[in-house]
């Protein structure tokens, strides 16, 4: 490829052509330049529908056409009021999921290439360049976003693919036992000052409420906590520690909404409950070891790394190593399993903008211009080979994606 | 029929195969072809600061990371933060047993009345700037990061180069142990793929502490259980996602922001290069150096009055067109087929871009966008006015002009409806299909443009054929 290849010799540290990098999550996108410490804009990843001119999230769409019209809108906006710098000729590293659905990528890649006719475009793994970030090349990343918490090991510096998992655990799912607990549980007070059931007054609660409730009231309890109220539920002679104080949240201008210290303190307990396949964020991170080969077992377990909006969340953190340590420790695990110490990184960024720092540091580096997928390469074929993708160099894959 | 210019009841067809109101298309003079902001490209034209007006170059623009200097947005709710003065006594730098007066200033929102001191600033002595930026508290091992990976990039591509010879094959391809963790002689060839490879000689490469991590986290607060929640103090997630780096959770920690500055653009059409809209650099003006709107180029059609439809019976509907161009114009409307239209529209395109030596070098590679495939279908028969009309020239002074000018005009009163100055009114016959419960009929309105930036020896009309959908309205149930 002499194309590729001689690309090489272009001055890389220009400033005025510096990387844009972009991280377009479920819930929020990411947008800076590569070099920079921080991203210039964090904003909402939503679109005007072109029909009804509504607010709409950007990945919900009826085809291809329609995500290809939301990303067109979206990628305007980042550039023209936030970046405001031109799209055409300038280079994109795009910080995505390894998950992410190959239509979701094949899209991106035509509107950059064809809408905005940037340079080049680097996909890199989230989870990966994340490591970039602490300045080490193995770790077991745990990425809690807003649809889903995905986790994937690096191993010196390879990603062990098959050992990722992913269970829809992310903020939606907080959303969701927020907006149950609170119709089960909540009153409101109308203007009239008499107090009703909130299921009353309204069948399902705005996403925006509830995740500002969330984000300003709701925590994460500790593993004992937790464990005495379950043990409760089961046995009502096992007194419950008293709940947190309630919150009074001004709802649609005329109610005031009475938040119940319970409902607080258990929005996030779904992440933790065992569901019918026994699955929680415990298990996440010891099925993952598990896959892994035994040698790099301990060394993964002393380098997790917790990224993403949801692990922001008051005492996440702090929740996910003792269920991570308790469940080790059990029956399950505790033969097939023995891991002397899980420990945690703390990454120089906001949980929520991790992946982009790092995707801003690999932006900077001369890796943009070897790895790149180029515009000339992309019109002459139309796909996005995935050997461009850091993690998905071989051979077999791409002619899986060929096949 | 609120809107002036029906915005969504009458709807051209762009040359990207979007349907769009004429208030958003574009026609190249150039191309002779319509384009929408779909189809063009953008481009940032200016800089500026949409509080004091002032513009700033680009290079300045990346160094203040697209914010102005001067002028501050309440971190609390986004309101312009205005500079108040306020005397204070201090005591006198002669005589410190006496007080003076002296000026100081603060930041204060007029909306929602959050002021810099609510979070402990200290007041500044001037009246403009002197608030002390926030820094990244990593920046140091920041730094040394990126150094590092640079470094590391950089030796990468040295090897590669020397490697390039005898490795005629890019070894991205030529792996077989996949995403496992690999054989040694697997991770030989992995590890050159990932950004972390310390390759050859680690010396070279600049120095760098990773992070370490720890046993321990930070966990609730514990105060958690037993505190009131103060709902005014905890910021919301707008609050805190307007200073990303920060993203402070507490409203004590809100910080002024500068003000984000906005962009002119200017369009340019992909196929010619030629600018499409290019604005007045003065950032208070509103006025543009070139804007080649629709609407001062392609006739301008209008339903005179909504109409009763019912299915299966022929109603008559009103159009009026109107000439925006200082020439007269033959106009003609004929059936519109959308799978044939779309074929020979782009012919049409085509040969004029070729036959055109208006057109940039044809070494300019155009990229194309995807093609746009909108749905065309027509929920109505429509019976268009056979044969041709002229459009009068648009005459700004025939306002004032008492004489009417029709009659110099042999109009086939089968064709022209009425005509008043540069308009003209049409009739079609609308049958509304069956089971249609919304009407939409189209025709292709072709009509000879006269080319102002042609050259001599090209001849000056052209003809040009846009297609035009019209949703004439609902079908009321007979
Ligand atoms: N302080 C906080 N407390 C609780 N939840 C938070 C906090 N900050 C962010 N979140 C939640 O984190 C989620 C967004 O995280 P993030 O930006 O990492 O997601 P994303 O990248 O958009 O999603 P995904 O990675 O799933 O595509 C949202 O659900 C948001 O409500
Ligand atoms: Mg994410
Ligand atoms: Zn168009
Ligand atoms: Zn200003
Ligand atoms: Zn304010
Ligand atoms: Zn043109």
Known sequence: MPLFEGLGGIGLINEKNTTVVLDIGTAYTKAGFAGEYGPRIITRSEVKCRETGKNIPLFQYKNENELRHHLVDFIHKLYFRCLLVNPKDRRVVVVENLLCPTVVRNTLAKVLFRHYEVLSVLFVPSHLVALMTLGITTGLVLDLGHKEATLMPIYEGVVVFHAWQALPFGGSLIEKSLSELLLDRAVATTEDGTEHRLSSIMQDIPNRYLEDIKVRTCFVSTLERSSCLQNNKYDRSIEPPPPPPSVHYPLEGHHILTIPGTVRELAAESLFERDQDALTLATLVLNALLKCPIDTRHKLAENLVIIGGTASMKGMKHRILAEVRAAAASEQYCQILPIPSFMLHHPPAKDNYVSWLGGAILGATEAVMLRSYHRDQYLASDVVPDWCNLSFNTCEDRDEKFA | MAHLFQGDRIRLLCS???????????????CLKLRCGNCVSHEVDTLFCPNCLENMPSTEARLKKNRCANCFDCPSCGHTLSTRATSIQTPSPEDPSKTVARKVYYLACTSCRWTTRDVGLKDQTVATGGWVEQDNEHYKHLQSLLEHYRSVAQQEKLEREKKRFSHRKSSYLSLSDKYSLPSILGRKSLTPLSPFAHKGDVSQTSEMTPLEATAEVEGLPEDIFTEEVVLSSVTTMEQRLSSPEWQPEKTADLYPLHKHILVKRSLRCRHCEHNLSKPEYNPSSIKFKIQLGAFYHVPEVRMVRQVELKTGVETGVQLSLCNPTPHDMTVALLPFVPEASEVSLQKAGEESVEGSSLNT??????????????????????????????????????????????????????????????????????????????????????????????????????????????????????
């Not at chain 2, 195969?17 to 150039?30: D, E, S, V």
């Not at chain 2, 279908?377 to 002229?390: F, H, R, S």
């Open chain 2, 361 to 478: 070098s044809s070494l300019v590679r155009v990229v194309e966008i995807p093609p746009e495939r909108t749905d065309l279908k027509l929920t109505a028969d429509v019976a268009l006015p056979q044969g041709q009309l002229i459009l009068a020239a648009r005459d700004d002074t025939a306002e004032y002009d008492d004489q009417d000018s029709s009659p110099n005009y042999k109009d086939d009163p089968q064709v022209v409806a009425w005509r008043r100055a540069n308009k003209v009114g049409v009739n079609l016959l609308v049958t509304p299909k069956p089971d249609a419960t919304y009407v939409r009929v189209g025709f292709v309105l072709r009509y000879d443009y006269t080319n102002t930036v042609a050259t001599a020896t090209e001849s000056r009309t052209v003809t040009l054929n846009i297609p035009v959908m019209v949703d004439v309205g609902p079908v009321t149930q007979s």
């Open chain 2, 16 to 30: 990207c195969g979007l349907l769009k109101p004429i208030t958003a298309i574009y026609f190249c003079r150039h």
